[in-house]
């Protein structure tokens, strides 16, 4: 959690380089395997913590980054359900169905703007 925080930070305030991106992947997979690496929902959870550490540097711009969180919400529901978590199933559709909305919004906007971008 706090190299989670600590990489949330960073991206926050623009200061997450390649280098603390490979930090931050490194110390989230030793950490998560030495934590939650004894089974399939553990491995599921280590995943996607370096997908979305590794996914943040690369990704940028309000839609992009919703859809990276749209997909990193999409692995951690299927996370809840293994583990049988039904609260946290029920936040992680939530949150999904308010991130596509977001989308749709972003999308309406830059249409309505006079511009559109293709392919993003």
Known sequence: MLFNAFRNYLVAAEKYTFKLMIFCSAASLVI???V????IPGYISVFVTV???ISSFYLTGPKAVKINVISD????FIYDILVCDVPSGIVD???IILAVGTI???RHD???AGFRTRGK
Not at 73 to 76: M, S, T
């Open 73 to 76: 919400l999409a692995i951690w």
């Open 51 to 53: 997908y979305y550490t």
């Open 104 to 106: 749709f919004r972003i």
């Open 110 to 112: 830059e249409t309505s």
């Open 32 to 34: 998560g395997l030495l």
């Open 93 to 95: 559709i939530v949150s």
């Open 36 to 39: 939650n690496g004894s089974s």
